[in-house]
């Protein structure tokens, strides 16, 4: 049988995980799957799992474990006979655990970033609350400044985002995902 290829990428908030998961996927031709990119379509398509995520992802904080495992797990059923590369996923130990009961992960890449880097990248992050579209004032900027490209609604900045918030997001981060770094 073929061995197919499991990653995942680790990586704190403002780390530029996506950016590099998805250059990663491209050159390594792995399907890609990203946990907020799934979250956000079900936001938008008014899914069970969209539901119950959206009040979360609003206040920045993560989405419970069991909502998370059942929207990626049944993904990747789809995906057997792939390759895959995981962005945001696994993020807790349970979710961690939960992956490692059916796949056996050949690579996991944690993203260290140091902290000024993330504070600068993070104070720049807008947000269109509805979608959970997110933009980088730096290097990922609107159309219209301050306005979401799909629906003109405005932007917002999450409150978590400040940088007087960041400390405690960074650090909450860090707690979280000791034991899934350990873990691999
Ligand atoms: P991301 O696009 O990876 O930054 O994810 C956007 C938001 O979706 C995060 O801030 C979390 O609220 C939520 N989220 C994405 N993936 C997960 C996950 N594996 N576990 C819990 N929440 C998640």
């Known amino acids: ?15 530029g995980k996506g950016t590099i998961c998805k250059r990663i996927a491209h050159s ?20 069970e799992a969209g539901v119950l995520a959206k009040s979360y992802i609003e206040r920045g904080m993560l ?6 495992t059942r929207l990626m797990l049944p993904k990747l059923e789809q995906l057997r006979n792939h390759s895959w590369l995981l962005d945001g996923f696994p993020r807790t130990l349970a979710q961690a ?9 050949d690579l996991v890449i944690n993203l260290n970033i140091p902290y000024e880097t993330l504070k600068e990248r993070l104070s720049d992050r807008w947000i269109h609350p509805a979608s959970g579209r997110v933009y980088n004032m730096g290097f990922n900027p609107p159309q219209v400044q301050g306005k979401d490209d799909v629906t003109g609604e405005p932007l917002i900045q999450h409150d978590d985002d400040k940088p007087e918030a960041l ?6 981060y860090k707690e979280v995902a000791k034991p899934v770094i350990d873990l691999y």
């Open 97 to 105: 655990q939960a992956l490692n009961n059916l796949y056996q992960m």
């Open 63 to 68: 989405v419970p474990d069991q909502v998370m």
């Open 28 to 47: 390594f031709g792995l399907q890609y799957l990203s946990s907020g990119h799934f979250l956000r379509e079900g936001i938008a398509a008014d899914t």
């Open 167 to 172: 400390m405690a997001r960074l650090r909450h």
């Open 1 to 15: 049988m073929a061995k197919f290829f499991r990653a995942a990428v680790l990586g704190p908030p403002g780390s």
